[in-house]
């Protein structure tokens, strides 16, 4: 079985969260998960790192401000998923 790249694992969890089916909690819970399987090959960068950031914005964002951050979150969700890798 081929393993997944980098980029893969990231976005294979943005569909259900642009669908409105994942939360910012889910897709937070899986970046975590695919975090550590890519650090053991490379640190993160470019969008994956733009992502975790927006990821870490939201839970440190008040009430006010988190719509503002998840609109943040599609739209960079939406151009991760346009960029083959």
Do not use: C, Y
Not at 5 to 27: C, K, M, N, W, Y
Not at 54 to 76: I, S
């Amino acid at each position: 079985m081929p393993t997944s790249t980098p980029h893969l694992l990231i976005t294979q969890l943005l569909p259900p969260f642009l669908r409105g089916e994942a939360s910012v909690i889910d897709l937070t819970f899986g970046m975590n998960t695919v975090v550590g399987q890519i650090a053991q090959t490379r640190p993160l960068h470019g969008a994956e790192t733009e992502l975790f950031a927006l990821l870490e914005r939201w839970e440190q964002a008040g009430w006010d401000e988190r719509p503002a951050v998840v609109d943040d979150l599609r739209n960079l969700a939406r151009s991760m998923m346009a960029t083959p890798k």
